[in-house]
């Protein structure tokens, strides 16, 4: 396991041959890409025409995550609808998989950091929404004691405030939160009718860049799974609501309720209330890493969110 934080990106080439992969000797055939402060990422195309993800974790930490993310691919895999990552190889150095098939719903502009659709916009396929719905719907019914007993990270319903009262603080000593928006968060954590009464095995980063579709607009695959915890249903939304707006939100919701998944009537308000809070899971990250500009970034993030909340007017 890493002691200290590796800075600069491995050769991938030999990377990849140390584990038995023969990548094209074209280098135009390997693209750097995915990388952040967990791993350092690449897609490559081995001497066969087959297309890999190659990621190298980047800490010690992430090393030992990886190996609670292999367990939920396993758990998960075959259970629901859609192809998730098949980690042909896994040690402390590499992980490495197919390419998911379909192409990303959207991707991130690395210059600007914004948002580069492949869905239509204006009006999303329902083939999109219904497959999104279905699948979570799945993945949110299954057996949360089985996903527990292989070691799952787990909250239960009553801890689920206990956590987010102690990760609101620690982002209040990292960077004093303004008064409106602080205001929020703890009319949220009072906000009894808000909170779930149960939890269920999450993805915990269900976002349009993850989202693999086909041809069709059909979701194929779901890739990362590094955020994958039992917890609040609702997480698996927050992202989504960021990208797609409230009435985009609520169609989902309708929709996952349709296809089985489980509602209560402040499902839409509490997904929602996560994306306000997203400094705090921004501060719990940084805390994680311990690097330098995130935990600076924090403070930006505070006050950026804090701003956003007076122009919106929302009040929670």
């Given amino acids: 396991v890493l002691e200290f934080a590796v800075t600069s990106a491995p050769d991938f080439t030999a990377l990849a041959a140390a584990h038995g992969i023969e990548l094209d000797k074209d280098a135009s055939m390997l693209r750097a890409g995915g990388s952040d402060a967990e791993y350092f ?6 001497a066969s025409g087959a297309y890999w993800m190659l990621r190298a974790p980047r800490r010690g930490d992430v090393q030992l995550a990886g190996r609670q993310e292999a367990r939920v691919l396993d758990f998960v ?12 190889v896994h040690t402390d150095k590499l992980m490495a998989y197919r390419v998911l098939p379909g192409v990303p719903a959207a991707e991130i502009d690395p210059l600007m950091g914004e948002l580069i659709w492949r869905l239509p916009q204006g009006t999303v396929p329902e083939t999109f929404n ?14 949360v004691a089985a996903a527990e007993s292989i070691g799952v ?5 009553d801890e689920l405030r206990t956590r987010m009262r102690l990760r609101m603080e620690e982002c209040n000593t990292l960077a004093p939160v303004p008064e409106k928006l602080w205001g929020l968060w703890q009319k949220w954590l009072d906000g009894d009718s808000l909170w779930p009464s ?34 609040d249903p609702a997480n698996d939304f927050s992202l989504y609501f960021a990208a797609a707006g409230r009435e985009a939100l609520e169609d989902l919701l309708h929709r996952y309720e349709r296809a089985g ?7 839409a308000d509490q997904a929602e209330m996560y994306y306000w809070a997203s400094p705090v899971r921004f501060a719990a990250y940084a805390m994680k890493t311990g690097d330098l ?15 956003m909340l007076e122009d919106s007017g929302y009040a929670g």
Avoid: C
Avoid at 41 to 46: E, I, L, N, V
Avoid at 202 to 226: C, K, M, R
Avoid at 261 to 267: E, L, S
Avoid at 293 to 298: G, K, Q, T
């Fill in 77 to 88: 895999r075959g259970k629901i609808p859609v192809v998730v990552p098949d980690w042909q």
């Fill in 153 to 157: 990270h787990t909250l239960k319903a």
């Fill in 130 to 143: 219904d497959s999104l719905a279905t699948i979570m719907a799945k993945l949110h019914g299954l057996d």
């Fill in 41 to 46: 990422g690449a897609m490559a195309r081995d």
């Fill in 198 to 231: 149960h939890v269920a095995l999450v993805n915990g980063d269900i976002y349009h860049p993850h989202l693999f579709v086909d041809a069709d607009y059909q979701v194929t695959g779901i890739d990362d799974w590094s955020r994958a915890e039992i917890t």
């Fill in 261 to 267: 998944g489980r509602t209560w009537p402040r499902m």
């Fill in 293 to 307: 500009s995130h935990l600076m970034n924090v403070r930006n993030m505070v006050h950026r969110y804090a701003a």
